[in-house]
T-cell receptor, first 118, second 112 residues
């Protein structure tokens, strides 16, 4: 089956620094990738939709200058949390959409990245 | 408005018992429906999906779900639960051109 990887799986950084998270589709090409944020014991909150070669579409309330998304290739999207603060600590999950037969599709999710800002 | 409702926040069952997790949706177009499972600290794994055709879909790990258009429901079932099924379960709705909308999740606890 389709595999999506994320790197790093966890990261601790100091307040004010920037952190980059990578999301890769390992065995398929993904024209669309999604970035989610999940707080403890809560559902996934979509942050942005990333299309290869174009600017990301951010959900309402998500600061595009703080959460920089780059989708430079069909297999790689990156999320950079700039000037991180403790309130940015969360579990970040990416997913990649694969088109199947007959127009069907499904999203494959990465294992997530736990970010802790001290 | 587009939304997914999972009315049960937490469900506890005994190992070997049957399970049904409820999911209701509100969606303007023909929905694509999904069930995902998440173990603690992990990403989401797709259990099953419905796009069209037979309204009873089979998934992995012995799960199945039935799409009932008249009730706007897509409930997940398993005839006999195993201790390893303890996890968080998310129902989601979307389309081939739209983002997924997730429910708030149901936490399943399994007692031996």
């Amino acid at each position: 089956g389709a595999v999506v990887s994320q790197h790093p799986s966890w990261v601790i950084c100091k307040s004010g620094t920037s952190v980059k998270i990578e999301c890769r589709s390992l065995d398929f090409q993904a024209t669309t990738m999604f970035w989610y944020r999940q707080f403890p014991k809560q559902s996934l909150m979509l942050m942005a939709t990333s299309n290869e070669g174009s600017k990301a579409t951010y959900e309402q309330g998500v600061e595009k200058d703080k959460f920089l998304i780059n989708h430079a290739s069909l297999t790689l999207s990156t999320l950079t949390v700039t000037s991180a603060h403790p309130e940015d600590s969360s579990f970040y999950i990416c997913s990649a959409r694969s088109l199947g037969q007959g127009g069907s599709y499904e999203q494959y999710f990465g294992p997530g990245t736990r970010l802790t800002v001290t | 408005a587009q939304s997914v409702t999972q009315p049960d926040i937490h469900i506890t069952v005994s190992e070997g018992a049957s399970l049904e997790l409820r999911c209701n949706y509100s969606y303007g177009a023909t929905p694509y429906l999904f069930w995902y499972v998440q173990s603690p600290g992990q990403g989401l794994q797709l259990l099953l999906k419905y796009f069209s055709g037979d309204t009873l879909v089979q998934g992995i790990k012995g799960f199945e779900a039935e799409f009932k258009r008249s009730q706007s429901s897509f409930n997940l079932r398993k005839p006999s639960v195993h201790w390893s099924d303890a996890a968080e379960y998310f129902c989601a709705v979307g389309s081939n051109t739209d983002k997924l909308i997730f429910g708030t999740g149901t936490r399943l606890q399994v007692f031996p």
